[in-house]
């Protein structure tokens, strides 16, 4: 039986909207899966798919044929790199805006000769956040906080652990989320077979030993919302074992998976301003989705709802579903963020002592602390961090929130909002 996915619109679809009132050519990218193709085909009026080896013989042929009227996207671009500068050309002959989409999975291993900047814009399209998933309407939304007027934040959310378990493990990818667990499993595996035996390679690096890779991989995903060193990584992947891979090895996995857009680490925090001198700017490790993660690492919904902590031995504070729960809410905020012109970044003093999940900064370096907490109540202890960057940076916190399992969102009598995580929103 097929399983038909109808299209549910997408947080960027209106960046995507806008974006193409007033400029001529707009790529989208992101990593296999999350939708690009079906989101920028609603916009096209003419599809040139370059994954198909007689459509991209007759562009590299004669690139002309991609001057249509209307909106023309030219999907898996980077089949043909050549492709984005004859792009490039016609933005700078003066085509009318919303003239080119691209859609692309990797970053070329031969890239463009021109980057394009100024021509072509780039926007970044990830797997489905929280509030993209159909769990209820938002009430309480990103752009709302970014403000700084302390809005009101109120609602009721009718998910518990046990459904935000099974939004991780379902992942984002919406081809993928309405399967039944054993064809889910079936595709995910599919889809990491393919980046070893085939994407790689496309990117230029021939994996040796493909065992070594995915235990890599694994580890990396066991590694998901600490900030583990790469040698911690590459030790948890190969206990016991003499033969490694070199370090320059292990960073030509990461610079694939970057590639890929399968990791998107989340970099610490640097204050534009004059505070917080003593802040580590070592990056939490994050797949492109956690449910690529959990499904690396083994574990299910049963084993991650009875204190499974399978995978490698990285070095963690907390359980491995807090470390998936927070990868989920970063890669929502991440969703929102894009949308508001925001940063999204962590926070971790050098010591340790002090730590806040999420920063989300504006364009005049302002910015909202979310503290993400796998529970359904929040007491004096889960907002110590908050109060002590408010202490530090005063004005230039707009807001404060922590976001959580629980039912009820609502503020705190010392203004630190209580948000469920299927209640935040753009």
């Known amino acids: 039986m097929v399983v038909r996915v109808e299209y549910l619109r997408r947080v960027v679809d209106d960046e995507l909207d806008d974006l193409l009132t007033s400029l001529s050519a707009v790529a989208v990218e992101g990593a296999k899966g999350v939708g690009k193709t079906a989101t920028a085909t609603l916009r096209a009026d003419t599809v040139f798919r370059l994954d198909d080896e007689a459509v991209r013989q007759v562009v590299a042929a004669d690139p002309s044929v991609l001057d249509r009227t209307g909106t023309v996207l030219i999907d898996e671009w980077q089949r043909h790199p050549p492709v984005w500068d004859y792009v490039r050309r016609r933005v700078d002959d003066g085509v009318a805006p919303g003239s080119y989409l691209l859609a692309g999975s990797a970053v070329p291993a031969n890239a463009p000769a021109h980057s394009g900047a100024g021509r072509i814009v780039q926007l970044r399209m990830r797997p489905m956040s929280l509030a993209e998933r159909?769990?209820?309407?938002?009430?309480?939304?990103?752009?709302?906080?970014?403000?700084?007027?302390?809005?009101?934040?109120?609602?009721?959310?009718?998910?518990?652990?046990?459904?935000?378990?099974?939004?991780?493990?379902?992942?984002?990818?919406?081809?993928?989320?309405?399967?039944?667990?054993?064809?889910?499993?079936?595709?995910?595996?599919?889809?990491?077979?393919?980046?070893?035996?085939?994407?790689?390679?496309?990117?230029?690096?021939?994996?040796?030993?493909?065992?070594?890779?995915?235990?890599?991989?694994?580890?990396?995903?066991?590694?998901?919302?600490?900030?583990?060193?790469?040698?911690?990584?590459?030790?948890?992947?190969?206990?016991?074992?003499?033969?490694?891979?070199?370090?320059?090895?292990?960073?030509?996995?990461?610079?694939?998976?970057?590639?890929?857009?399968?990791?998107?680490?989340?970099?610490?925090?640097?204050?534009?301003?004059?505070?917080?001198?003593?802040?580590?700017?070592?990056?939490?490790?994050?797949?492109?989705?956690?449910?690529?993660?959990?499904?690396?690492?083994?574990?299910?919904?049963?084993?991650?709802?009875?204190?499974?902590?399978?995978?490698?031995?990285?070095?963690?504070?907390?359980?491995?579903?807090?470390?998936?729960?927070?990868?989920?809410?970063?890669?929502?905020?991440?969703?929102?963020a894009q949308l508001n012109e925001a940063a999204v970044r962590h926070m971790r003093t050098r010591d340790g002592r002090q730590e806040i999940d999420l920063i989300v900064g504006r364009r005049d370096q302002r910015v909202v602390a979310l503290e993400v907490k796998l529970a359904g109540t929040v007491d004096t202890a889960d907002v110590r961090h908050l109060h002590w960057l408010r202490e530090q940076i005063g004005g230039d916190l707009l807001d404060a929130a922590v976001i959580t399992t629980g039912e009820r969102a609502y503020r705190r009598d010392d203004g630190i909002a209580v948000v469920p995580a299927s209640l935040l929103g753009p």
């Not at 652990?161 to 309405?178: H, Q």
């Not at 690096?205 to 790469?230: D, G, N």
């Not at 574990?299 to 359980?319: E, H, I, K, N, Q």
């Open 134 to 336: 159909g769990l209820g309407p938002p009430t309480v939304s990103l752009a709302g906080l970014l403000r700084g007027d302390h809005p009101t934040v109120t609602g009721h959310s009718a998910i518990g652990l046990a459904a935000y378990v099974e939004e991780i493990v379902s992942s984002g990818f919406p081809g993928i989320r309405p399967l039944d667990p054993r064809a889910r499993r079936a595709q995910l595996d599919g889809y990491m077979e393919r980046v070893v035996q085939r994407d790689f390679p496309e990117q230029g690096l021939r994996v040796r030993r493909p065992a070594a890779l995915r235990a890599w991989l694994e580890a990396y995903a066991s590694a998901t919302a600490t900030t583990a060193s790469y040698n911690a990584i590459l030790d948890a992947a190969t206990p016991g074992e003499a033969d490694k891979p070199t370090k320059a090895t292990v960073l030509s996995y990461r610079d694939v998976l970057a590639q890929l857009w399968l990791i998107e680490p989340l970099p610490g925090w640097t204050p534009g301003f004059g505070h917080l001198r003593r802040l580590t700017q070592a990056p939490k490790h994050h797949l492109a989705d956690p449910g690529l993660a959990a499904h690396l690492i083994g574990v299910d919904a049963g084993a991650l709802l009875t204190g499974a902590s399978a995978g490698r031995a990285v070095p963690r504070d907390g359980t491995l579903l807090g470390a998936l729960f927070e990868s989920l809410v970063t890669l929502s905020v991440r969703v929102y």
